[in-house]
């Protein structure tokens, strides 16, 4: 395959489980386009920036070095010769994120970041604004989604034996992002123009990843 496979959708569609096993059967690169927000939210909570003051966070974000290259079939980053591993999934970051991904000086260099990339090979990225925003042009994109009631179900399971959390606060707390994410003035979480749309909600993961690999195959 070459060029990039854009698959988005809401928190907790499945988008994670199945561009990582759509890269692996087409031998592309995985990117997950949320980690990089989730990375700059680290850097600034870090640095003791406030993360509502888009001003700062994007002052903040000239000064950073982020560096990408790829490792064991994935694009993976650095940011001051850093990588942040876990420390962006930490309820603080799950909590900042959002308001960091709507300013507008972010979402601008985080866009040309993913962009560049695809130098790195045949990627499968994915996100919330790859078909409409980063990748336009790819004639590969989909949105994968599924019931609020599932993804909450899905999410819960992830995290219950962790953090012991009740499944209607993580449906509350998916709505709330759902609600930023699709309500904000740049680059809302919407269906792409041309993109195939997948229900996942009484799907299981193998039949999503066959789906979008034979189409991904036929398009390429
Ligand atoms: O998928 P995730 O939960 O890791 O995403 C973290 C945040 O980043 C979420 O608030 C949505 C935002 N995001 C975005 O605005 N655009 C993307 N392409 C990916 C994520």
Known sequence: MTGVVA????????????????????????????????????????????????????????????RF?????????????????????????????SPVAVIPGVRIQVVLWLREMARLGPLVMEGRDIGTAVFPETPCKFYLDASPEERARRRHREMVEETG??????????????????????????VAPGATRIDSTAMGIDEVVSTIVAAAKSDA
């Open 7 to 66: 698959i988005d959708g809401p928190a907790a569609s499945g988008k994670s489980t199945v561009a990582r096993r759509v890269a692996a059967a087409l031998e592309a690169l995985y990117v997950d386009s949320g980690a990089v927000y989730r990375g700059i939210t680290w850097a600034a909570l870090e640095r003791g920036v406030d993360v509502h003051d888009g001003a700062a966070v994007t002052q903040m974000l000239a000064g950073l070095d982020l």
């Open 69 to 97: 290259f790829a490792r064991d079939g994935a694009v993976v980053f650095s940011i001051d010769d850093r990588e942040p591993g876990d420390a962006i999934r930490t309820q603080d970051v799950n909590n900042a994120v």
């Open 165 to 190: 959390i009740e499944e209607a606060e993580v449906d509350a707390s998916l709505r709330r992002r759902d609600k930023i994410d699709s309500s904000r003035k740049m680059d809302p979480l919407q």
